[in-house]
T-cell receptor
Framework: AQSVTQLDSQVPVFEEAPVELRCNYS??????LFWYVQYPNQGLQLLLK??????LVESINGFEAEFNKSQTSFHLRKPSVHISDTAEYFC????????????FGKGTKLSVKP | DVKVTQSSRYLVKRTGEKVFLECVQD?????MFWYRQDPGLGLRLIYF???????EKGDIPEGYSVSREKKERFSLILESASTNQTSMYLC????????????????FGPGTRLTVL
């Protein structure tokens, strides 16, 4: 069965520093990959997704992630973080033919300090 | 914008009570999902539905049931609430996407924080 591993449960960084949130998945069959963000006391919002095409995908607020099939990874990066990026980030994977189900990682709490 | 609404933000119930959590989406999505979110465990799928009157078990269906009588509404039912069902419950909906092998963006409601005493 598919599984998703987010290696870091908490990532503290200073404002304007770069950050990478790691995500690995288990299966090498066709997969579709998502990053969601959850701000305090809110539901989840899509940050970016990979369904097909270019393996590098970007969000509107400066995050990017690269689908690496050989390493079964979909790490999230931002070159310079802001205080407002403080949130919990979830990686999710869906397998083709799964009726659209997503398997979520356990989340990474990003804490940006001034 | 897609909107997913959940009937309550906070709910307090007693052990043994029957609990109904309602979710409504306004974008004609085929798929609807119920998750529970617990610290350190991420989101775990309870049930999902890909059509009216259709339901499929997720990873942790025990103690829960669901109902989908109309396309826009998906209800989660706790037949006899227990303290270990204290959690945040999130509802989501999505289109069925051919490009994504069925998967596409899931849109989430704000969540219902249920406390069972």
């Amino acid at each position: 069965a598919q599984s998703v591993t987010q290696l870091d449960s908490q990532v503290p960084v200073f404002e304007e520093a770069p950050v990478e949130l790691r995500c690995n998945y288990s299966s090498s069959v066709s997969v579709y990959l998502f990053w969601y963000v959850q701000y305090p006391n809110q539901g989840l919002q899509l940050l970016l997704k990979y369904l097909s095409g270019s393996t590098l995908v970007e969000s509107i607020n400066g995050f990017e992630a690269e689908f690496n099939k050989s390493q079964t990874s979909f790490h999230l990066r931002k070159p310079s973080v802001h205080i407002s990026d403080t949130a919990e980030y979830f990686c999710a994977v869906s397998e083709g033919g799964s009726q659209g189900n997503l398997i979520f990682g356990k989340g990474t709490k990003l804490s940006v300090k001034p | 914008d897609v909107k997913v609404t959940q009937s309550s933000r906070y709910l307090v119930k007693r052990t043994g009570e029957k609990v109904f959590l309602e979710c409504v989406q306004d974008m004609d999505h085929e798929n609807m999902f119920w998750y529970r979110q617990d610290p350190g465990l991420g989101l775990r799928l309870i049930y999902f539905s890909y059509d009216v009157k259709m339901k499929e078990k997720g990873d942790i269906p025990e103690g829960y049931s669901v109902s989908r009588e109309k396309k826009e509404r998906f209800s989660l039912i706790l037949e006899s609430a227990s303290t270990n069902q204290t959690s945040m419950y999130l509802c989501a909906s999505s289109l069925w996407s051919h490009a994504g092998g069925g998967a596409d963006t899931q849109y989430f409601g704000p969540g219902t924080r249920l406390t069972v005493l």
